[in-house]
């Protein structure tokens, strides 16, 4: 069985995650990065439910455990910084995780994990991007941004939410690819003060606004602004410059109460700033005869599931294991890939986007409400009974074995 050539294209964490797996097996990959570096950026990421034991799998789960951010859990907290409901971690290492999952860990040091685990198997280009591809019976022949030309035998798409190698293989005529729920989200690092602490704090303000602060390192702190909004207008910021998107985001959040004047004012010369529009990435499939989809930019759960990472983790070890197993028929490994991963994808993409009315209230009336409400549930623990009795795997989801080919169901 002759090793295949495979080119991946995005260098976050779910194509090294893939390519983890494809180069155990032997194969020849090449990773295609367009930032001309490894982008070891961003903000706090989680990993949780299955994605732990692909974590464990991998034999990386002591190097994340030795990077984890230290955060006992999530306080809601009013304009005088007075918490009016705490929801700790589940750090007893039984049962499902809460809002803060016991692995909490900053999307740069996954990313460094992963490189790490991969850098010595693995071609890594960085700067460099797929500017379009023919495919054919046998073979991808990929264009790159730098005038290159090469073929490989498959191309997997694992270039996020906005992924072009999707809409390359997408109908013209097919439907929008994202489910819209109408939230907008920032993040920027600021200083870290003294009210800084391991729990991360939420404040909601009327106006359906929520800034959150979370805290990974004894200087920085994590700010998180995020608001309903359905207007086209909107919805076109994340295309403006940063200049545009901050001044947006200054009038948007001016006046929110707690500590949003110094989080405004640490946006003015922050080097780590973020928007985008919260969506799940929905279509009827992920592959197109050699190319196939990964992670984001197949079946982006949103950051609202606290799934992302861990979509991406699941949906690289068993897309690796079919590609493994039926390397001499890769239609019947994109097939397995999809039948084994959808139910598990259908489960975590499962969210009412009507709560958000409620996680995001108009009034000042609503947000008092919010907090009684979540004061209420944390006083009799109902959020940490039900993490402790709940099984870790969602949706009883089973991940595949290495050595067992799917069955028919």
Request: glycine share 8%; aromatic share 10%; net charge neutral.
């Amino acid at each position: 069985m002759a090793p295949l050539k495979i080119l991946i294209c995005g260098g976050g964490c779910a194509g090294p995650s893939l390519a983890f797996w494809l180069a155990r097996a032997g194969h020849n990959i090449t990773i295609v990065e367009r930032f001309p570096a490894l982008r070891a950026t961003g903000a706090q990421i989680d990993i949780r439910a299955q994605g732990i034991e692909v974590i464990k799998r991998m034999g990386l789960i002591d190097i994340v455990r030795s990077k984890v951010v230290d955060e006992a859990g999530m306080s809601f907290v009013d304009k005088h910084n007075n918490p009016k409901a705490t929801i700790l971690a589940n750090k007893s290492g039984k049962g499902a995780q809460t809002v803060t999952s016991e692995f909490e860990i900053m999307r740069g040091d996954l990313v460094r994990i992963l490189y790490n685990a991969t850098k010595d198997n693995v071609n890594y280009i960085f700067g460099v991007s797929v500017d379009r591809f023919e495919q054919y019976e046998d073979r991808v022949e990929v264009h790159f941004s730098d005038g290159r030309t090469d073929t490989f035998d498959l191309l997997v798409g694992a270039d996020g939410q906005g992924s072009r190698i999707r809409k390359a293989i997408m109908s013209p005529d097919a439907p929008e690819p994202y489910r819209r729920m109408g939230l907008h989200a920032f993040y920027w690092f600021v200083p870290r003060a003294e009210m800084d602490n391991n729990l991360a704090k939420v404040h909601h303000a009327p106006g359906r606004r929520a800034i959150m602060c979370r805290s990974h390192s004894p200087t920085e702190a994590q700010v998180y602004c995020a608001f309903r909004d359905e207007s086209e207008e909107t919805r076109s910021i994340p295309k403006a410059s940063v200049e545009k998107q901050k001044e947006f985001l200054t009038q948007k959040f001016r006046g929110a109460g707690w500590e949003t004047d110094r989080f405004l004012e640490g946006l003015k010369t922050t080097n780590n700033f973020y928007c985008q529009e919260i969506v799940q990435v929905k279509i009827d499939s992920w592959y197109k005869n050699r190319v196939v989809l990964l992670g984001d930019s197949g079946y982006c759960p949103s950051p609202v599931t606290g799934m992302g990472t861990t979509a991406s983790l699941v949906g690289a070890y068993v897309l690796g294991v079919e590609i493994n197993r039926n390397s001499e028929d890769l239609p019947q490994a994109f097939a397995n890939y999809e039948k084994t991963l959808r139910p598990f994808i259908n489960e975590i993409q499962v969210f009412n986007t009507g709560a958000l009315r409620y996680i995001f209230p108009e009034t000042e009336w609503g947000v008092s409400f919010f907090h009684f409400v979540m004061g209420a549930i944390c006083f009799f623990r109902i959020p940490e009974l039900v993490a402790r009795f709940s099984s870790e795997e969602r949706g009883g989801w089973k991940l595949p074995d290495l050595q067992t080919p799917v069955q028919d169901q």
